[in-house]
């Protein structure tokens, strides 16, 4: 039995059996990071003995009798921007290099009281801001499916260390496609949640009005697993919502008869690789065998998604980072002669070019005689954007959509252009601009081999829905598993 590669529900199962325990489990998915990290680079902070800590406590707790908890040796990587106390949390920036947070993120916690086993710090691009894992200051992740390519990003050391089973589960975190254009790249299921519905405390903030942690599994039921554990309300996140968690495992029951699906049509023209379209009309299809209803529908602004996008989140980012200066935490240059030169040489050394870049947008924005010009203006677009989607959800239950526009592009191929970068989130970002929520499965692969992801969306939280979508789907139709070795 092949037990790094286990789904969730084959890991309790084989637990439940006596086939195996949780130290066995962590010690062999620990070797396998060994052996094939180096190559992948998908962590940046591997936890081995307080791994093998938690493990031995679950084990401890099956021979007492006491039943799996939801997440019981489950062995789950975390994205560097959230927060686990006493450990390493750099969110792959050098301003960062040194910081070991004295708390825990209520996110990480709830994993922790699951049973979950943390094997490690995920790689990333540099405070979550990139589309393909490539600004981390501790070098690139390497796509399982091809090295050569990006695994997505800013989540993509996640995506990768699922899809090469070197974790079960991990989490991500989304801001404009962050959990879902990984997800798509690498051939996983990743979960961006309504705003609100997990909580951000201990989240590592980029655009706070956008930001959201979700999960990476191999599965949808795996993925619906992690979200009942993370999902719910937190007095320490003013931002999270007061509304109940259903069971989602419970509405996994395949059934799509009626379900109408939803195809924006500006989602399907130009800029679209013709893999990843008929990759998405096959879906569709295969969704009207199921029973479901294919509707034609329309979100006339999403235009102006990408412009509206990188001004909110630069914005938010320019007064989030504001707080690593060298005075308090983390990295600080030696030999500044006054407090103004040692503040400008921290962030000029500290922070990576992607992020001074985003700084600086988000700066100007918010600037004296431009602020009405552009924040504003963009705040007032961005409602015009969540009224597409009320609109569109009026005559369909859930829309679908391709993920990315291409399947994973070589390294270095968009490093020099960034707009055409920004472009790899051209049907994310716009789920995050209305707080809706989105996840990504596998659909097909291209003449490559690389995977194609689609995304399904669904209204304010309605997740159960959203996964019951994708479940049904994956089970007519199995995704292909690719391991390294």
Not at 194 to 221: E, H, N
Not at 322 to 345: I, N, P
Request: proline share 6%; with cysteine; glycine share 10%.
């Amino acid at each position: 039995m092949d037990i790094t590669g286990l789904t969730v529900d084959a890991l309790h199962a084989a637990y439940a059996a006596r086939e195996t325990t949780a130290t066995e489990v962590c010690t062999a998915v620990l070797d396998r990071i060994e052996a094939e990290n180096p190559q992948l680079n998908a962590f940046i902070t591997v936890t081995r003995e307080s791994a093998l800590a938690q493990a031995a406590r679950v084990d401890e707790a099956l021979a007492a009798g006491e039943s799996l908890k939801p997440l019981a040796g489950v062995p789950v990587a975390l994205k560097d921007n959230q927060c686990l106390k006493g450990v390493l949390t750099t969110c792959a920036s050098k301003i960062l290099g040194n910081f070991v947070p004295p708390y825990t993120a209520t996110a990480v916690a709830k994993l922790a009281e699951a049973g979950a086993i943390f094997v490690g710090k995920a790689n990333m691009d540099e405070f979550a801001m990139g589309s393909s894992t490539e600004n981390s200051s501790f070098g690139p992740a390497r796509n399982p499916w091809n090295q050569d390519c990006v695994p997505g990003g800013s989540s993509g050391g996640s995506a990768a260390a699922v899809a090469a089973d070197l974790c079960v589960l991990a989490t991500g975190s989304d801001t404009g496609g962050s959990i879902r254009q990984p997800a798509s790249l690498c051939g996983v299921v990743g979960l961006k949640p309504t705003y609100g519905r997990v909580s951000r405390y201990g989240l590592v903030a980029f655009g706070s009005s956008l930001d959201q942690i979700g999960p990476f599994g191999k599965t949808t039921r795996d993925v619906a697993r992690m979200l009942g554990v993370l999902a719910g309300h937190d007095v320490h996140d003013a931002t999270s919502a007061q509304v109940p968690v259903p069971d989602y495992l419970a509405a996994l029951d395949g059934n799509v008869k009626g379900l109408r699906i939803g195809v924006p049509k500006e989602a399907m023209g130009e800029g679209l690789d013709p893999q990843v379209k008929a990759a998405v009309e096959q879906a569709l299809r295969n969704y009207a065998e199921l029973g479901a209803e294919i509707v034609e529908t329309t979100l006339p602004n999403s235009g102006y998604a990408i412009p509206d996008y990188y001004i909110i989140a630069t914005a938010e980012a320019s007064a989030n980072l504001a707080r690593f200066d060298g005075v308090r935490f983390g990295f600080r240059v030696e030999g500044a002669k006054t407090l103004h030169e040692m503040y400008q040489k921290t962030r000029d050394l500290g922070f990576g070019t992607e992020v001074k870049r985003r700084i600086m947008l988000g700066t100007y924005t918010l600037s004296s005689g431009y602020y009405d010009a552009y924040y504003l203006k963009a705040q007032k677009v961005r409602t015009l954007l969540r009224r597409d989607f009320e609109r569109a959800f009026e005559s369909c239950d859930v829309l679908l959509t391709p993920t990315a526009p291409t399947p994973a592009f070589k390294l270095g191929e968009k490093t020099d252009d960034p707009l055409q970068m920004y472009l790899s989130d051209i049907y994310t970002v716009t789920l995050n601009m209305a707080g809706v929520p989105g996840l990504s499965v596998p659909c097909g692969l291209s003449t490559e081999g690389l995977p194609i992801g689609m995304q399904l969306i669904a209204p304010h939280f309605a997740e159960s829905r959203l996964l019951n979508t994708a479940f049904a789907y994956e089970q007519a139709h199995p995704f292909p598993k690719r391991k390294l070795s």
